[in-house]
């Protein structure tokens, strides 16, 4: 029978596909392109695209309308724009001539430098953190499709991309440590593969993006060591290297790059002057319930995987400093995939437990995290991409840009937080009141609590008794000064 064969079926006819032809129907190719498209390998890749589109959406539209929420965008651009011209990261929102190195070490942040000379912004570095988050969504879900099916396996994957720890820190402008959650997600599926020189490979560039990462990287190692159940050599070498990194970046690298001669944030550590405060046990238990609770609903804890969240709990936890303790900011981004993947490798023995109601709960699991997930996404910064006014920029932050661009490129300014996303770019910005006897060309702060430009303008004269500044606008908020002579 030919190609062209047929069957009389109530007088029409329907052509016959002969096998080792290559003939496929019309409907046959468009499943197996679809298949190629959303099948199993692709659904990772789909998660990726989709947390970018929306992690990017969240941080344009913050930038957009002037909502930055701190002064560490303004610092990472300065470093990256040093970078970008091959000079020495000074960030001096720091502090004036500040090495940032001698603050956090993060030499990691020279990868962005080609980027930020092509796309001159702090966009660059939020779009940046966004992809880099993004991409983390790779080897959480891939691990979880392969181990859990994929039905499951998307739905950890999708709630790995809504987690909480991951929103707060997209919405928290820009920070280091989103270069440390992609490799730890690859490392920790590695290690889940037993593929012990990948896992090595990826945990070991840590100690670039900051100083106590070179703890996890170590911790990386300790798993491979576990889960091989032996001496793998590169694994020993892992914990070796990760902690002399830490030790040689805190006891020489810092401070040597650091004008005093230490490290600064050993004093949240150990406290200065009268009693430090120390964690309180119910934040401790929120904090910990937080991470453990709504993303693996306690199953993170039967996985030796959960051990790499340690060292960052650890240095948060015996810290004063009660901005470490909480759920805010970007401090839980780390951890994000540290529990989701121990999540993934508990699941698949809990599965065949001979508890039924172990088995009834891990079937239900993946299911009820992304519900949790969704539940606690109307509550976080996605959740305003569902609102009209978003997408609106205000006209408050239009005319403050308009005043802001009066100040010629090259100035020197002192500024507080929200003039400084739209000037690091151009101009050499200073903390207000840290600019160290400099009296800067110009002054941009904000007008609080009905504070008028004539009060804000003493304080400049109070903070430069040396200079004459004059008021060259307000709009948005924002009062500018010039620099008009000296006394």
Not at 186 to 198: C, H, I, P, Q, S
Not at 357 to 382: E, G, I, K, M
């Amino acid at each position: 029978m030919d190609t062209a064969a047929a069957t009389a079926t109530s007088g029409r006819t329907t052509p016959v596909p002969v096998t080792g032809t290559g003939y496929v129907p019309t409907s046959g190719r468009f499943r197996t392109r679809t298949a190629a498209l959303f099948g199993p390998r692709q659904l990772p890749y789909w998660t990726a695209a989709a947390c970018f589109v929306l992690f990017a959406t969240v941080s344009v539209l913050r930038f957009r309308s002037m909502a930055t929420s701190s002064w560490d965008l303004g610092i990472f651009e300065q470093a990256v724009r040093a970078y970008a011209h091959l000079r020495a990261p000074v960030a001096d929102l720091k502090g004036p001539g500040t090495n940032i190195l001698g603050d956090h070490f993060s030499p990691v942040l020279a990868l962005l430098a080609p980027l930020y000379r092509i796309f001159p912004t702090a966009l660059t570095l939020l779009f940046a953190q966004a992809f880099l988050f993004a991409l983390s969504a790779v080897p959480v879900t891939r691990t979880a499709v392969r181990l859990l099916g994929q039905g499951r396996g998307l739905a950890v994957g999708v709630a790995y991309g809504l987690s909480w720890g991951l929103q707060k820190a997209v919405d928290f402008d820009f920070h280091e440590i989103a270069f440390a959650v992609p490799p730890l997600a690859f490392a920790l599926e590695a290690v889940l593969r037993g593929r012990w020189t990948a896992a090595v490979c990826w945990a070991a560039p840590l100690v670039l993006v900051k100083e106590d990462l070179g703890v996890t990287a170590a911790t990386v190692g300790a798993l491979v060591l576990i889960r091989a159940r032996r001496a793998v050599p590169l694994a020993v070498g892992l914990v070796v290297f990760g902690l002399a990194a830490t030790a040689v970046t805190l006891g020489v690298i810092i401070p040597g790059f650091n004008g005093t001669g230490s490290y600064d944030y050993w004093n949240k550590l150990s406290g200065t002057g009268g009693p430090a405060p120390r964690i309180p046990l119910d934040t401790a238990v929120r904090t910990l319930l937080w991470l453990l609770l709504p993303t693996t609903g306690l199953f993170a804890l039967r996985s030796p995987l959960l051990l790499a969240a340690l060292p960052t709990l650890g240095w948060r936890f015996i810290s004063h400093e009660p901005h470490y303790w909480g759920t805010d900011w970007h401090y839980n981004a780390v951890l994000m995939p540290v529990v989701f993947l121990a999540l993934v490798d508990a699941l698949p023995r809990a599965l065949v437990s001979a508890r039924p109601w172990v088995r009834s709960c891990a079937h239900h699991l993946p299911a009820a995290v992304l519900a949790a997930a969704l539940a606690l996404t109307t509550t976080l910064p996605l959740a305003r991409l569902t609102e009209a006014g978003t997408y609106r920029k205000p006209p408050s932050a239009t005319a403050a840009e308009r005043l802001l661009k009066r100040i010629p490129d090259g100035a020197t300014v002192e500024a507080d937080i929200r003039p400084i996303s739209r000037l690091t770019d151009r101009t050499r910005v200073f903390w207000i009141g840290d600019t160290q006897g400099i009296a800067p060309d110009y002054v941009a702060v904000e007008l609080h609590d009905g504070r008028k430009p004539e009060q804000a303008l003493e304080d400049a004269r109070k903070r430069h008794p040396e200079a004459v500044y004059g008021i060259v606008g307000a709009a948005g908020d924002i009062a500018v000064f010039q620099r008009t002579g000296h006394l």
